[in-house]
């Protein structure tokens, strides 16, 4: 059965350092989404993607993130500038359409800790 | 309480007794899923019900929805200690412009052998 997948699933970074984050959505999806769990809190939605824009985006979501869908396979979280607070587990899902009735699937995560 | 509260934090039950979480949200929706996380791990989708439905079934998962008290409940039945995981209600943004979920703050359940 196709999966998300996401790389890596660990990442260390210090304070202020720049990160990649990746995903490779379910190769028939349209749709593309980044969430992040802070340890111990509720999953929170980032951003939406569809047709190589943002389609929607969070308080969250500021001007330290960025999204990229590079190629053909390929679904990027970029942060710029880390902060102590970005540690989360960031989880990538992708959906067919996008439609209101539709299911999302999630990546594994990867587990992201500034120092 | 906010979109996408469940009800206990917490369940703690022996293997081969049914469990039973229950999620509510404040506005309209257009579908509620429900989601699990084994500790630490990725979500996996459950099921996902529509607002016009009341019950759906899969395998040993059986969801309601009630609409009128925008509530939903989960139940496993026949647990097995591989159903210890956290279990999530997301709901959809009504009128938004994507499908963007909104979780809850999930059930811990713990299914001892």
């Known amino acids: 059965e196709p999966e998300v997948t996401q790389t890596p699933s660990h990442q260390v970074t210090q304070m202020g350092q720049e990160v990649i984050l990746r995903c490779v959505p379910i190769?028939?999806?349209?749709?593309f989404y980044w969430y992040r769990q802070i340890l111990g809190q509720k999953v929170e939605f980032l951003v939406s993607?569809?047709?190589?824009?943002?389609?929607?985006k969070s308080e969250i979501f500021d001007d330290q993130f960025s999204v990229e869908r590079p190629d053909g396979s390929n679904f990027t979280l970029k942060i710029r500038s880390t902060k102590l607070e970005d540690s989360a587990m960031y989880f990538c899902?992708?959906?067919?359409?996008?439609?209101?009735?539709?299911?999302?699937?999630f990546g594994p995560g990867t587990r992201l800790l500034v120092l | 309480s906010q979109q996408g509260e469940e009800d206990p934090q917490a369940l703690s039950i022996q293997e081969g007794e049914n469990a039973t979480m229950n999620c509510s949200y404040k506005?309209?929706?257009?579908?509620l899923q429900w989601y699990r996380q084994n500790s630490g791990r990725g979500l996996v989708h459950l099921i996902l019900?529509?607002?016009?439905?009341r019950e759906k079934h899969s395998g040993r998962l059986r969801v309601t929805l009630d609409t009128s008290k925008k509530s939903s409940s989960l139940l496993i039945t026949a647990s097995r200690a591989a159903d210890t995981a956290s279990y999530f209600c997301?709901?959809?943004?009504?009128?938004?412009?994507?499908?963007?979920?909104?979780f809850g703050t999930g059930t811990l359940l713990a299914v001892q052998p």
């Open positions: 506005t309209s929706i257009n579908n």
């Open positions: 997301a709901t959809d943004s009504y009128g938004g412009a994507t499908n963007k979920l909104i």
């Open positions: 019900i529509r607002s016009n439905e």
């Open positions: 993607f569809y047709n190589n824009e943002i389609s929607e």
């Open positions: 899902a992708s959906s067919v359409m996008g439609t209101l009735q539709e299911t999302q699937y």
């Open positions: 190769s028939n999806h349209l749709y």
